[in-house]
C-alpha cells in the first residue's frame, strides 16, 4: 500500500511539474497606438506579460529586477526605447516621450507619447520588444486611424512596418 502511495505521489508531482512547463508556451505584447484629438498627440500603450519581461531583464543583466524602483524601470527604458520606435518619412526616429509604467502580477503596461503628431505622420514602426529574447514572441499593435481598428503583428521575421 506503502508503494501504491508513493507511486501515486511522484506521478502527481510528474504532472505538476509538467504543467507548470507548459503553463505559458504563448509569449504575447499588446501595444494600442491611438491619437489624443485634445492634445494632438499619438498616445502608445504596451501590454507584456510580466514573468516574460523579468526574465529578460534577469538574464541581461544577472540580477533581480524591481521595476517600481526608478533605476531599474530607467534599465528597462532603455531597452524598450532600443527595441521599439517610430519613424518619420525620412526614415529619422520620432521622438517617444517616455510617461512611465505599471505593473501588476500578470503584466506590466508602458506610457509613451508622440507629441503633438498624429499617427499618419508615422512611416514605419519598429517593434522588436522580446522578440528578441523570445524566439516565439508575437507583438500586435492596434491602431485605430480614421475609426478603422487595423492591426499589426511583428515577430523575428517581420519587425518593421509600415502602418
Known amino acids: 500500500m506503502a508503494l501504491h502511495r508513493l507511486k501515486f505521489a511522484v506521478a502527481?508531482?510528474?504532472?505538476?511539474?509538467?504543467?507548470?512547463?507548459?503553463?505559458?508556451?504563448?509569449?504575447?505584447g499588446i501595444t494600442d497606438l491611438s491619437f489624443n484629438a485634445r492634445t494632438g498627440s499619438t498616445e502608445i500603450v504596451h501590454t507584456y506579460?510580466?514573468?516574460?519581461?523579468?526574465a529578460l531583464l534577469s538574464n541581461l543583466y544577472q540580477r533581480q529586477f524591481d521595476l517600481q524602483d526608478p533605476e531599474d524601470e530607467a534599465i528597462l527604458r532603455k531597452y524598450i526605447e532600443q527595441q521599439f520606435y517610430l519613424l518619420a518619412p525620412d526614415k529619422s526616429r520620432l521622438p517617444l516621450r517616455w510617461i512611465g509604467v505599471t505593473v501588476d502580477p500578470q503584466s506590466v503596461t508602458i506610457y509613451q507619447e508622440l507629441e503633438g503628431t498624429p499617427p499618419e505622420?508615422?512611416?514605419?514602426?519598429?517593434d522588436e520588444v522580446l522578440i528578441d529574447f523570445l524566439p516565439d514572441q508575437v507583438n500586435t499593435i492596434n491602431m485605430a486611424p480614421g475609426g478603422t481598428v487595423r492591426?499589426?503583428?511583428?515577430?523575428?521575421?517581420?519587425v518593421r512596418q509600415s502602418p
Do not use: G, N, P, W
Open 12 to 28: 502527481a508531482a510528474l504532472v505538476c511539474v509538467s504543467a507548470a512547463a507548459h503553463a505559458h508556451r504563448y509569449h504575447a
Open 49 to 54: 506579460m510580466l514573468h516574460d519581461v523579468e
Open 121 to 126: 505622420k508615422i512611416a514605419a514602426i519598429h
Open 151 to 158: 492591426s499589426l503583428t511583428f515577430q523575428r521575421a517581420s
